[in-house]
């Protein structure tokens, strides 16, 4: 999912020019203001002409806007075999008529300050240009050639006044370049104060390492970055990367990737993280972090997405051969194009460098997944706030293109258990701490999640284990005396084996004596119910004789009634 974000637009009533320049529109709130002059100022070095003459080509192709560059310093063939580099064709440009190059030679020896010296003779050359191709826009380069003669102030703020109003008369959008003073923005510091814009270049050296920052020093009747921000020169003309052009405004996706090893799945719930967060991978020296990276990416290119590798501390060959040894095999991903390493070293540019490079990268390849390990390793190009200043405009970048970023970084001792090097994890949607634990004489790793935006996830800690077949989680042993992990873990569970088959064996022996002192009873019961049996066989038989001998008996005694005659129960005699 990609959501491209529109430049803002400017306020109403305010009427401006795009120069086209990538993140110039942004800073200005849509360009440089319409039918007015912007100064662009800077040290010798720092990009003015490039500035300007981009502004030009920029305008023709892009906004059908033609343009005539008036050059007091270089001549025409100079400028074209300069900006040749950026891939600008003048020759090409002037012959279709959206461009003029217009060299005018300026000779301090024949400029007079008696009050009645005027630049009409330059109004002239340059409306001629302008009317040759109808330009829209007019560079300037640069001012101090055209008035280096000049030595009162007086005479130097009225023509600069005279200059500009003539610009603004003829409704053109101007460019007018100047070389930086020692005290004011420019040498004389007055082209400043007659400008409606002002811009101001600039090229440091920091630990070694050269930095361009642009700043809009002044933009009349609108709203404007006030910041600095980094800007790059290469093959493809200027690159301004604001830090807040783009926001908050990113979309987002239910979709759950895999990290690439299913024990951590898990614990974000089952499926990985969100698709197009971004996701910090923190420990110290040798914990693990870049074999998570490496598992991540492996599980983007097994979904067939493309997945770009950003390494600052080891070559593509290294991380290949390393991630081997663990069970993971990159080599057949890079070989179908959906793996990109690309290895170098944080010092060997700046930090606009290595940021516009990224930018590029994504425009060019459209990657699903990305991995930088470390972040931490950038710190060498800047300070930490330029750094943080770096992430914070990848963090947008990746955001508002839908891809899903891996951050490795370094965490030491001093930074704290839970503190990242560079300070972005407020930043970061999920966040993942590797440990390692000294116990017995080894270290051990574990891994727990400190937060995943959006999501349930386990709060466990984990032993974290890079076997052959690759990454393993384990339950981190709980005991009397805290979490065991390693070799402790393994002899703290055989003693618990051991305990576990004493208590069986324990169960069984005490189950059978019961079972024999069962036996013993059943028998006793059996005995009793036998003995119980025969009183009652003898108790049956002894009442079988009293009954019979009570019959006998009484037979016996009718009988001897009979023979006596002895009077019946009812009275009456026997034999009547």
Known sequence: MRRRQAARSPPEGLAKTPTG????????GGGLPRGRPTLVCGTAGCGKTLFAMEFLVRGARQFDEPGAFIAFEETADELRDNVRSLGFDLDHMVRSKQ????????????????????????????????ETVKARRVVLDTIEALFSGFSDDAIL????????????????????????????????GLEEYVSDCVILLDQRIHDQVSTRRLRIVKYRGTAHGTNEYPFLIDEQGMSVLPITSLGLEHAVSDELISTGVPALD??????????????????????????????????????????LFFAYEESEAQIVRNMRSIGLELQPWIDKGLLQIHAARPSSHGLEMHLVAIHKLVRKLHPQAIVMDPISNLIAVGTLSETNATLVRLIDLFKASGITAMFTSLSTLTAGAEQSEV???????????VRDLEQNGERSRTLVILKSRGMNH?????????????????????????????????????RDREDEAIRRE???????????????????????????????VDLESTTGKRRRREQRVGGDRRAMSVSRHAPRPNGTRSGK
């Open 423 to 433: 300070g972005v994890s407020s930043l970061i949607d999920s966040w993942l701490l």
């Open 506 to 536: 324990a169960a069984m022996l005490a189950q059978s004596n019961l079972a024999v002192r069962r036996q013993a009873v059943e028998a006793q019961i059996a005995d009793l119910q036998n003995q119980l049996h025969a009183i009652a």
């Open 21 to 28: 320049i990538g993140g110039i529109d942004q800073i200005t």
């Open 157 to 188: 703020r009225a023509e600069l006044r005279r200059l500009f109003g003539w610009l603004k008369d003829r409704a053109v959008t101007a460019v007018i370049t100047g070389e930086r003073g020692d005290r004011h923005l420019t040498r004389r």
């Open 266 to 307: 898990a614990m974000f719930g089952g499926k990985g993280f969100y698709r197009g967060t971004s996701v910090l991978v923190s420990g110290s020296a040798g914990s693990g972090k870049t074999s998570l990276a490496a598992h991540f990416a492996g599980a983007t290119c097994r979904r067939g997405e493309r997945c």
């Open 458 to 494: 386990s709060n466990q800690v984990r032993e974290f284990l890079l076997t052959s077949s690759g990454i393993e989680l384990r339950d981190v042993y709980l005991g009397a005396h805290g979490a065991l992990t390693g070799s402790a873990r393994l002899g703290q569970e055989a």
């Open 99 to 130: 461009l003029i190059v217009d060299h005018v030679r300026v000779e301090r020896s024949e400029i007079e300050e008696t009050g009645e010296y005027n630049l009409d003779g330059l109004f002239i050359r340059i409306a001629h240009a302008i």
